[in-house]
């Protein structure tokens, strides 16, 4: 069990100025998180395997493709500044 001197602790450590109203809060809200965790404690695991995920989630992203864009001018005309056929943008490293 958490008591209110531990979450002033934890409070002190994470630089958080807590009120005393917000110390009872997390005092309670914390002791339950953690009573919740002994239940979990005690549950027979030996034959799970272990895992990073509850489900098996895989990539659904698209390939890539290279497509040229058609209306070039337009995106061009479009930029705040631009040299020839490039976009004009600000240095930001120094030559030095």
Same mark, same amino acid.
């Given at each position: 069990?958490?008591?209110?001197?531990?979450?002033?602790?934890?409070? $002190? $450590?994470?630089?958080?100025?807590?009120?005393?109203?917000?110390?009872?809060?997390?005092?309670?809200? $914390?002791?339950?998180?953690?009573?919740?965790?002994?239940?979990?404690?005690?549950?027979?695991?030996?034959?799970?395997?272990?895992?990073?995920?509850?489900?098996?989630?895989?990539?659904?992203?698209?390939?890539?493709? $290279?497509?040229?864009?058609?209306?070039?001018?337009? #995106?061009?005309?479009?930029?705040?500044?631009?040299?020839?056929?490039?976009?004009?943008?600000?240095? #930001?490293?120094?030559?030095?």
């Amino acid at each position: 069990m958490i008591d209110r001197e531990q979450v002033r602790k934890v409070a $002190l $450590l994470a630089r958080l100025e807590l009120t005393p109203e917000e110390e009872e809060q997390f005092t309670t809200q $914390l002791g339950s998180i953690l009573d919740y965790i002994e239940q979990l404690n005690e549950l027979d695991v030996s034959d799970v395997p272990p895992t990073t995920r509850a489900i098996d989630v895989s990539n659904v992203t698209r390939e890539d493709e $290279l497509q040229p864009y058609t209306n070039r001018e337009a #995106i061009l005309n479009s930029a705040p500044e631009q040299e020839g056929e490039f976009f004009k943008v600000p240095k #930001i490293l120094n030559a030095d």
